[in-house]
């Protein structure tokens, strides 16, 4: 894996990387939480709404997220792989 | 707390959500990046963060209730306390650490899924992904009042569409002045005879220089672009409103003499909503929990609906 990021990485910041997705995909959930728990949104009439309405507009952020999670699992898997 | 079969999620919890986040986001951060490349991401999106905020609020565009006393304890007034723990001026300073916790995630993800690309593609990818996870915050925010949008515009789902275009452009140049200034330790073609100016030394190749004079630089560029990134949206956001906008001001604003005077409620077009939430909107927070008149609360201007 090549990153300008970081000059040496490690199994330690490799773990980061992958658990930095995870955490913004939790806030993420969080918020959907609060979408179903909550007030419906200005315009909307029901909370269900709130949910159609998180799912599309968070549609590009999932697929990125997604995308990442991926990348950085296989960058781990193939760190501990040379490794051992 | 809870309205009906509704629950409200009060501006402290959010901001308890916010803390703890960011101290997660910062450790894990540190792992990724290191311990002074991360710092200067910090510093730098408080400084580009609370100045750009300020103005916002200072411009009559949003407020977070800076002059109000909504909480009670032991059933009197918590004065000062107006559902943030700590301000700086007229913003919390959660909301800058908010976007802290969106904003490196976001960077590095990009960074990870465009290792090769140029600079702006990768802000842009960025960008793109935090304004996604707005979408949905931004709504949230506005019916729980844990800030009011106080602008004319076109609004969607409550929120003003200037909020999505500023979140956009404030991540996208943001992430292009790290990378440049911290990562590749580069400059920007239209800033070197200003830095020339005010470092006394050519600033176009950064990579011999110290992290403390990297910092510097990089602090100087972040403010640099403030009116960049300002100007921009206020174009780019200039853009729904000559389509149309579907809410009129002014309401509820931390300055509302001078937001009444340069728009005045009898001038407002007919079939425009006024505010977001109407006072009688059940999700309209009613002043503090003791049942006491809040404390320099602005009211409604008289005759305005929704």
Redesign the interface.
Known sequence: MQSRLNERETGESLRARFSIGITLLVFWLILMGMAVVTFPFVQHSTTNQNVVYGLITGLPFLVLVLLYLVRAARDLAAFRKGKS | MW?GS????ESWMAEI?FYG?FI??LW??R????RE?TSLFLWGSLLWTLTVENLMVLNGAYDYFAYADYYCAGGSLIGGFSGWACMVLFVPLSISLGWF??S???F??????L??SNIWLKAT?AA??LV??D???D??S???EWWRWTVPGY????VSIGNYIGWFFMLFFFAAIYERTV??RGSFAWLRPLEKIFFRRSTSDLKKESNQGVGRIFYFRTVAFIPVMVITTILVATIPKQIGYNRYAPFHNVFPKKYDQLFPASAKPAGLGAV??ADDD??RVKGPRCGTTPVGTPQSPAGEGR
């Open positions: 309205v509704h629950l409200r999620i959500l986040f997660l986001v894990q951060g792992k990724v990046l290191g490349r916790i969106f490196l995630p976001a590095i993800i990009a960074d990870r899924l290792p090769r990818v793109v992904m996604s996870l979408l949905l915050m709504p949230i506005v019916v729980n609004y969607l789902r409550g990562i590749e977001v939430l059940p999700r």
